[in-house]
């Protein structure tokens, strides 16, 4: 499998592991996380609560991610570069789900006075936030090995399609949770997690067994130190940017309160202000944080700084409505069982998310990825906007399958771009920082719209939703508007010929 032509059963066998991943984040993120933190915190600040513990987690992830990649992009290790640390990384994911899921056994505490009066919070919340950070630290080691695979052994004309398999293996775990809503309903948690343990151990083993990578002799000469610095930088810059947005949001909204503005004038400024704060921190901590990540080589690589962008306008906008979809159907909808009923969305939702991600790596092979990524954005914006006005679960499930298309046409497309403009060199490194995009997506989405929401909400119940919804699918056409900034190699050698 050294840039040789790979056949299907290759092709799985590099992403297999995805699979393991994405059934602990689709698992966890729209099910199980509000389900805990509605069961450990107020009920009124329910959307900040959450909003808060996967702002922390994601901040772990935007550090680690990189960092693994890049320590695996200089690993010497006999068993391959990428394959010891995707091994490692999987077995520390098990220790660290059990710990998430003995989190409710701390409900009614004794040490819950210390927190309460020092912390504000209780001490099943915060057992919950070591093990998501814990969890972040482990899953993030492999993943930014994982993401080296594709650029070191698949040759480039079969990229969209490893990227297609890839992205079927991230979205094919939204019809095992038809399974895990019941069981999270009837409080079964423990359970959750054990199947999500032997997830990640079994997709593991398929990647580990059959990903036949070539050692490197040699260790890169550059050192560490100083790239793991502008991590932190990165990491940093971005956080800052984001939650600096948050506060500026969160002033606007108190003055315009103490002001006696009207509703519709709030729900206008403070919108709007909402959207300034998610595109701004974007733009803002992904350009200067991967322009610091990245070094003195930034200048030469302002199509995959502007991809990251893409990349993160596009995640934050889907992530953050499958993260409050839960509360959105138990507030609004309110329909009984609402973990149970995410579930069912998911599902139907997968049917078309998954033929188009087969489909649109195939397309971005023959058309380009960067047309696919355009077409992604817009469908997506489409099936937000039938979002807003839906008045039932079955529009409601409509509007999640136009999301669907467009978002597996994204995750294949989106994907096999950014492998054409990493260096081909350092491709750990480069896509671990992408790692921008994954994290920051839920840092943005959720740590700016989870405020905004219980804002609103206080004025009229599942107000917030409806405005935060209205964001999201303005970011969903940016996305569309970066496109315009980033040029594939063979461009910039045209125009410079």
């Keep these: 499998m050294d840039k040789k032509k790979l056949n299907w059963f290759d092709h799985i066998a590099l992403n297999a592991c995805w699979l393991g991943i994405n059934i602990a984040s689709g698992v966890i993120t729209p099910l199980l996380l509000p389900y805990l933190v509605l069961l450990f915190m ?7 609560y959450l909003a808060n513990v996967r702002v922390i987690g994601l901040t772990v992830a935007m550090l680690v991610q990189p960092l693994g990649g890049m320590l695996s992009d200089r690993s010497t290790s006999r068993f391959g570069r990428r394959r010891p640390f995707i ?8 220790v660290f789900l059990a710990i998430i899921g003995a989190t409710p056994l701390f409900i009614g505490s004794p040490l819950d006075e210390v927190f309460q009066s020092s912390l504000g919070i209780s001490t099943a919340y915060a057992v919950l936030l070591v093990g998501i950070v814990l969890l972040q630290i482990s899953s993030n080691i492999s993943q930014g090995a994982l993401q080296g695979l ?83 930088a990165l990491t940093g810059i971005f956080v800052g940017a984001t939650r600096l947005a948050v506060w500026l949001v969160s002033i606007s909204g108190s003055r315009l309160t103490q002001m006696g503005v009207s509703r519709e004038v ?132 409509l509007s999640g399958c136009i999301i669907g298309l467009g978002t597996g046409t994204f995750f294949a497309s989106n994907w096999a771009l950014g492998t054409e403009l990493a260096p081909p060199q350092e491709a ?22 989870g405020p905004i929401a219980d804002f609103f909400n206080k004025i009229e119940p599942g107000l917030g939703y409806l405005v935060i919804f209205t964001i999201y699918g303005a970011l969903f056409l940016f996305s569309v508007l970066t496109l315009a900034k980033i040029r594939l190699p063979g461009q910039r050698t045209a125009r410079s010929s």
Excluded: C, H
Aim: proline share 5%.
């Design 42 to 48: 107020p009920e009124e600040q329910k959307n900040t």
């Design 266 to 397: 709030q729900i206008l400024l403070i919108g709007l202000a909402g959207l300034a704060a998610m595109a701004g921190s974007i733009l803002i901590g992904v350009y200067f944080g991967a322009s610091v990540g990245i070094g003195k080589e930034a200048r030469q690589q302002t199509s995959f700084i502007w991809w990251v962008i893409n990349r993160l306008l596009f995640l934050a906008a889907v992530g953050s409505i499958q993260g409050f979809a839960q509360f959105y159907l138990r507030d609004v909808l309110q329909l009984p069982n609402p973990a149970t009923s995410t579930t069912l969305l998911l599902a139907a939702v997968a049917i078309f998310l998954i033929p188009s991600a087969i489909y649109g790596g195939s397309l971005a092979d023959r058309f380009g990825p960067k047309r696919l990524v355009m077409y992604a954005g817009l469908i997506a914006a489409f099936g937000t906007l039938i979002l807003l006005f839906a008045p039932n679960f079955p529009v409601v499930i």
């Design 87 to 94: 091994f490692g990384g999987t077995l520390a994911n098990v």
């Design 428 to 449: 750990g490194r480069y896509l671990g920082i992408s790692n921008l995009a994954g994290a920051g997506a839920g840092i943005v989405g959720a740590g700016i719209g």
């Design 150 to 232: 594709i650029p070191d052994l698949v040759p480039e004309n079969q990229r969209g399609r490893s990227s297609g398999i890839k992205a079927v293996m991230e979205l094919l775990p939204v019809f095992l949770v038809i399974f895990i809503g019941p069981l999270i309903d009837r409080g079964q948690v423990g359970v959750v997690m054990g199947i999500v343990a032997v997830g990640y151990l079994v997709t593991m083993a398929v990647t580990v067994l059959f990903a036949r990578e070539t050692p490197i002799r040699q260790k890169p000469a550059d050192g560490v130190g100083d790239r793991f610095l502008r991590l932190l």
